[in-house]
Every structure is written in structure tokens, then in C-alpha cells.
């Protein structure tokens, strides 16, 4: 899949498609009904597959210093819709001049004249331009003054309510990954580059690799059952802890993965950890013969429901 610049003329096969516009971070069940949508209309219309995504995401822009929320990296996220069949990215670099660009120079100036957009899709609640000024009905408006078609895909609901990447994060903050997994359509993955820790995990019996958080949401602290991506694509399973580690000082923000039935250096080389199940909180024990043992039932107890 291409990756277009959208402060760029397109020029090519690209002009003249169907765009998708959103942040789509996780892309979950929602924005799977969006995007699939806008590819729906392109293949119908014999024109190419867009999908238009913002970097930074607006709300780092306007916080940077806010709490991580991040269900998936830019990475995934392409990965995720090039598999669903788009033909090319436009990446928006969010800066000042896109903030306090007006709802109607984003139409004009970035959808019509610099990409050429045949059509555009998004959800029921995009917002663009100077202060969210803009909504689906002026989207409307503004696109058919251009003769861009312009369409809002209603939200898309189950029994627990409107499917959004804030629900989302809330299942995972309370460890609810049955929910988070149904809601994604897969298990959240946290990808990351493995790096030295105080290797006592291998002290123990158990090494790990050890994982940078980054800017992705916070699941809740605790062990989890997971199954693990290396670099040249094999699988292994094997029980995480996610936390500040609380027998140690000081206290550190980490995922560590023990592997089963792994054996090598992964130091260095980036690893995707998927989160299947939620096994405990994170707890403190009396010395490390205590967490030897618990550590042994976290992965008996990993070993079993990865099996099943």
C-alpha cells in the first residue's frame, strides 16, 4: 500500500477516489463499517481506495503531556488497513497550519485541489477544521459546492453501546479482554523493540523480554496469557506482566514477556505482544522464592487457557 503525503498534489491512478477521513486508531468494528464503506464505493465507481489519517493524532497535538492512549502505532494501523483492501494512505501531518486551517480550506485546499477526492466517507461524528467548527453537515455542504459526493456512516452499536476506541480502552483499563478483543476483531497487540532489563527473570528460571509501554493505552497492571510475534514472523506463547514491578526499587513502567519453549537473544529486535487473556492483578510477594511460585501457576494457568 502507498503512502501519500497529504500536504502533496496527487497526481495518477490515486486521483480521483474514494477517501476515507478519521483517525481510526484500533480500527475496530467501527471504523472497519467506515472504511469499508469508502472501499465499497471505490470498487463500485472503478477509482482507488483512500484512507486519509492524521500524525500526530490531534490529541497529542493539543496535549501532548496527556496520558498514553494509543491503541495501535501508525505501523499497525496501515498494516491493519492494507490487509482490508485500501490501495493507498494520505498522512496528514497535524501541525499549526491544519489546526487553524478553516472547514472549508481543508475541503478546498487539502480534499479537492491537492488530493482530487472524488468522494469521502466518514463516520457519524468527524469534526475538522479550526476549533472542530466543521461537521458532517457542513462536510456535505462543502464537498457538494465541489462536487465531491459525501457520505456519514451511522455508528455502529451492540448491546453494550456505540463500538469506539474509548470503550475500548475502558475494557482494557478494567482487564476485560474478552470485550477489547470482540470490539477490535483481534487481540490488542502492544509491538515494541525488546531492550536490556535487570535480567533476573532468568535468575529465576523465567527470562523475559522486556518491552517499552510507549505511547500506547494502558492496559489494566497485571499477568496476562499471551501469544507473541518475533521478527521473522514465528509464534510462541507465553504469560506477560504489565506494571511498575512492585518488589523492585525503583519502581519502572514495563511489559515483560516469558516465552515458552523459547530460546535466543531478542535483544534489540522489535517483538508484537497479543493480550488474550487476563490472568491477575499485579501484586507484591514475600521474596522471590513466593514469586518463583506464582509465576510457575501464571504460566500452568497461561499454558491452559492458550490451549484452549
Given at each position: 500500500?502507498?503512502?501519500?503525503n497529504?500536504?502533496?498534489?496527487?497526481?495518477g491512478?490515486?486521483?480521483?477516489?474514494?477517501?476515507a477521513?478519521?483517525?481510526?486508531?484500533?480500527?475496530?468494528?467501527?471504523?472497519?463499517?467506515?472504511v469499508?464503506?469508502?472501499?465499497?464505493l471505490?470498487r463500485?465507481?472503478?477509482?482507488?481506495?483512500?484512507?486519509?489519517?492524521f500524525?500526530?493524532h490531534?490529541?497529542?497535538?493539543?496535549?501532548?503531556?496527556?496520558?498514553?492512549?494509543?491503541?495501535?502505532n501508525?505501523d499497525q494501523r496501515?498494516?491493519?488497513?492494507?490487509?482490508?483492501?485500501?490501495d493507498?494512505a494520505?498522512?496528514f501531518?497535524f501541525?499549526?497550519g491544519?489546526a487553524?486551517?478553516?472547514?472549508a480550506?481543508?475541503?478546498?485546499?487539502?480534499?479537492?485541489?491537492?488530493l482530487g477526492?472524488?468522494g469521502?466517507?466518514?463516520g457519524?461524528?468527524?469534526?475538522?477544521?479550526?476549533?472542530?467548527?466543521g461537521d458532517?453537515?457542513?462536510?456535505?455542504?462543502?464537498?457538494?459546492?465541489?462536487g465531491?459526493e459525501?457520505?456519514?456512516?451511522?455508528?455502529l452499536?451492540?448491546?453494550?453501546?456505540?463500538?469506539s476506541?474509548s470503550?475500548?480502552?475502558a475494557?482494557?483499563k478494567?482487564?476485560?479482554?474478552?470485550?477489547a478483543?470482540?470490539?477490535?476483531?483481534?487481540p490488542?497487540?502492544?509491538?515494541?523493540?525488546?531492550?536490556?532489563?535487570?535480567?533476573?527473570?532468568?535468575?529465576?528460571?523465567?527470562?523475559?523480554a522486556?518491552?517499552?509501554?510507549g505511547?500506547y493505552?494502558?492496559?489494566?497492571?497485571?499477568v496476562?496469557?499471551?501469544?507473541?510475534?518475533?521478527?521473522?514472523?514465528?509464534?510462541?506463547?507465553?504469560a506477560a506482566n504489565?506494571?511498575?514491578r512492585?518488589?523492585?526499587?525503583?519502581?519502572?513502567?514495563?511489559l515483560?514477556v516469558?516465552?515458552f519453549d523459547?530460546?535466543?537473544d531478542?535483544?534489540?529486535q522489535?517483538?508484537?505482544?497479543e493480550?488474550?487473556?487476563?490472568l491477575?492483578p499485579?501484586?507484591?510477594?514475600d521474596?522471590l522464592?513466593?514469586l518463583?511460585?506464582?509465576?510457575?501457576?501464571?504460566?500452568?494457568r497461561?499454558k491452559?487457557?492458550?490451549?484452549g
Amino acid at each position: 500500500m502507498e503512502r501519500l503525503n497529504g500536504s502533496a498534489n496527487i497526481v495518477g491512478k490515486h486521483r480521483g477516489g474514494v477517501i476515507a477521513l478519521g483517525n481510526f486508531d484500533g480500527f475496530h468494528q467501527g471504523h472497519q463499517a467506515v472504511v469499508g464503506r469508502a472501499l465499497e464505493l471505490a470498487r463500485r465507481q472503478g477509482v482507488s481506495a483512500l484512507i486519509g489519517t492524521f500524525d500526530p493524532h490531534p490529541a497529542q497535538y493539543f496535549n501532548p503531556s496527556g496520558p498514553p492512549f494509543e491503541l495501535t502505532n501508525m505501523d499497525q494501523r496501515l498494516a491493519l488497513l492494507e490487509a482490508f483492501g485500501i490501495d493507498a494512505a494520505v498522512i496528514f501531518h497535524f501541525d499549526e497550519g491544519l489546526a487553524e486551517a478553516s472547514p472549508a480550506a481543508f475541503v478546498t485546499d487539502w480534499l479537492a485541489s491537492g488530493l482530487g477526492v472524488g468522494g469521502v466517507v466518514t463516520g457519524h461524528d468527524f469534526t475538522f477544521g479550526h476549533d472542530r467548527r466543521g461537521d458532517i453537515a457542513l462536510l456535505d455542504r462543502l464537498c457538494a459546492d465541489m462536487g465531491i459526493e459525501a457520505e456519514a456512516v451511522p455508528a455502529l452499536a451492540d448491546g453494550g453501546g456505540v463500538i469506539s476506541s474509548s470503550r475500548i480502552r475502558a475494557a482494557l483499563k478494567a482487564g476485560d479482554i474478552a470485550t477489547a478483543t470482540r470490539l477490535l476483531t483481534r487481540p490488542f497487540t502492544i509491538e515494541g523493540e525488546v531492550g536490556h532489563g535487570d535480567k533476573l527473570g532468568r535468575t529465576i528460571g523465567f527470562p523475559t523480554a522486556n518491552v517499552s509501554l510507549g505511547d500506547y493505552a494502558r492496559p489494566a497492571y497485571g499477568v496476562y496469557a499471551v501469544r507473541c510475534r518475533l521478527a521473522d514472523g514465528r509464534m510462541f506463547d507465553g504469560a506477560a506482566n504489565i506494571g511498575i514491578r512492585p518488589m523492585f526499587n525503583p519502581p519502572k513502567e514495563l511489559l515483560e514477556v516469558h516465552l515458552f519453549d523459547f530460546s535466543g537473544d531478542l535483544y534489540g529486535q522489535k517483538i508484537a505482544v497479543e493480550l488474550h487473556h487476563y490472568l491477575r492483578p499485579e501484586a507484591e510477594f514475600d521474596g522471590l522464592e513466593a514469586l518463583t511460585e506464582h509465576i510457575k501457576t501464571d504460566c500452568a494457568r497461561a499454558k491452559e487457557l492458550l490451549a484452549g
